[in-house]
T-cell receptor
């Protein structure tokens, strides 16, 4: 069945470092892919999304490209800030089904 | 953008009481809403899918008599935890899909969550 595999954390980076959080998926159809962010004590916020192969989602300096050939949707940011500390979830949506990765905790230290 | 609210944001109750959590889509009509449960430092666990005007579809292992879901309108779904016990303490999050056709239909918009503590 469809599923999402996400890089395990926790990840700790210094401010202004480069961030990559890996996400790969398995799907029988043509899913949409998402990254959600959860700040401490809060619900999930949609960070970015991509609907088809080669689409690039971007928001707040974060980017992810839908790669069909490698079935990946890695999240990247060129220069992280302390305020980016949160848990990041990769997700796959197809029809009425939604699949989440296990989440990756990111801590950015000054 | 699409906004989903939840009420209450947190609740403390005694064991044996029932707790109702509301989930509202504020600026769009949500034909489908989802209820999740999240344990500390873990991912979201889908509990049930709620469609307006019909019975909710529960995931395997989720007791439908324990977690009553009512999707009364296109903007409101409620989750009632009946006869709550300490093991029901958790973070409950709802999400909704925009049924009006705006944006991407698979996109789920999440509420801020409700933290339940059963004493």
């Amino acid at each position: 069945g469809d599923s999402v595999t996400q890089m395990e954390g926790p990840v700790t980076l210094s401010e202004e470092a480069f961030l990559t959080i890996n996400c790969t998926y398995t799907a029988t159809g043509y899913p949409s892919l998402f990254w959600y962010v959860q700040y401490p004590g809060e619900g999930l916020q949609l960070l970015l999304k991509a609907t088809k192969a080669d689409d690039k989602g971007s928001n707040k300096g974060f980017e992810a490209t839908y790669r069909k050939e490698t079935t990946s949707f890695h999240l990247e940011k060129g220069s992280v800030q302390v305020s980016d500390s949160a848990v990041y979830f990769c997700a796959l949506g197809t029809g009425n089904q939604f699949y989440f990765g296990t989440g990756t905790s990111l801590t950015v230290i000054p | 953008g699409a906004v989903v609210s939840q009420h209450p944001s947190w609740v403390i109750c005694k064991s044996g009481t029932s707790v109702k959590i509301e989930c509202r889509s504020l600026d769009f009509q949500a034909t489908t809403m989802f209820w999740y449960r999240q344990f500390p430092k873990q991912s979201l666990m889908l509990m049930a899918t709620s469609n307006e005007g019909s019975k909710a579809t529960y995931e395997q292992g989720v007791e439908k008599d324990k977690f009553l879901i009512n999707h009364a309108s296109l903007t409101l779904s409620t989750l009632t935890v009946t006869s709550a016990h300490p093991e029901d303490s958790s973070f409950y999050i709802c999400s909704a899909r925009d049924g009006t056709g705006r944006g991407l239909k698979e996109t789920q918009y999440f509420g801020p969550g409700t933290r339940l503590l059963v004493l």
